[in-house]
């Protein structure tokens, strides 16, 4: 089930068995921060670096809204029919939350789908398509 803009119930850990992926409370707590911050300079790189030259500003930010939804799509893809996921916000940061169970390799595909379907699969893409044009 997905609940929209409404926590999970809380659940108990058991400190003992649970070890958290990023180690560091201080960073967990500010991981979101850090991932948009990210974000940011990425795009104003690629204004710097003049990928968005024939583009109005309009189509700039609904390409990056479009894919920050497609980026949220690819991570439910992944947790989809293990357990319950709840999509909340606080202020300006977007959380996904589950209560599914997910192995350490479902968890990496989880992590790293999005970029792999966003960045590096484009830019092979690109890559064999210049190429082709090139000879």
Known sequence: MIYWMKP?????IDESVYKPFIKYEWFRNRFM???YAL????????????????????EIVLI????FLIHEFLHLVVIWGRGNISLTHSGIFFWINTDAKLSKIRFWIFMTLPIIMLTITPSFILLIYD???AL
């Open 8 to 12: 999970l119930p809380e659940e108990k």
């Open 64 to 67: 990056i809204i479009i894919t």
């Open 39 to 58: 974000q940011i300079c990425i795009v104003i790189s690629s204004m710097y670096l003049k990928v968005w030259e024939c583009s109005s500003y309009i």
């Open 33 to 35: 921060l850090f991932v």
């Open 131 to 133: 190429e082709s044009f």
